[in-house]
């Protein structure tokens, strides 16, 4: 049976954490499946096929890696895709507390589903998207803390 993995996320944008992580995943897992959820009650500040085309370009040398999009549950989707496994990234105690809860629930959903965290390289544990948003909303030098791909696009 492939070992298959799911990584959700907004990654409104992509950064070099979320590298990171799939990058240090890519020899742990047959496919990783990066799942971009679509939440109609978010707004977010780049569309959805620019988030995945960023993301599928800053993977395009992986053929192991698959960019998707998804609503709903995330165990729904990744029962659907056939992963036994969610990916997630922990930065901080912060992230810890949060994602526990959200381990939790999904096993009580899917007890068949484990997830499993990576903790971030502590050269990148202090981006977020959201920083890296509000630096680009406010004119700030952002190349620094995304891929190639989202840079190339946003200069
Ligand atoms: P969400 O909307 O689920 O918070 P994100 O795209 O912000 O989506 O994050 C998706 C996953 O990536 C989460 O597991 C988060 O902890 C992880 N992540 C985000 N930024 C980093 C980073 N700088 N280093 C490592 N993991 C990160």
């Keep these: 049976m492939p070992r298959i993995a799911l ?3 907004s990654f409104d944008p992509i950064t070099l954490g979320h590298v990171n992580i799939v990058e240090r995943a890519v020899p742990l897992f047959d496919e990783i499946i990066l799942a971009v959820g679509e939440n109609s009650e978010k707004h977010y500040l780049f569309p959805l096929a620019q988030r995945m085309q960023w993301m599928r370009e800053t993977f395009a040398h992986h053929p192991s890696i698959r ?15 056939g992963a036994h496994f969610l990916l997630r990234g922990l930065r901080n105690p912060a992230d810890f507390e949060f994602e526990k809860a959200i381990a939790q629930a999904n096993r ?3 007890p068949s589903l484990e997830t499993v965290f990576l ?3 502590a050269r990148w544990a202090f981006i977020s998207s959201s920083i890296v948003r509000d630096v680009i909303k406010n004119g700030g030098d952002y190349t620094r803390f995304v891929p190639e791909s989202v840079r190339v696009a946003r200069t």
């Design 67 to 81: 960019v998707v999009s998804y609503t709903g549950l995330t165990v729904d989707f990744a029962r659907s895709q």
């Design 119 to 121: 903790l971030t390289s």
């Design 7 to 9: 990584f959700p996320g």
């Design 108 to 110: 009580e959903m899917e």
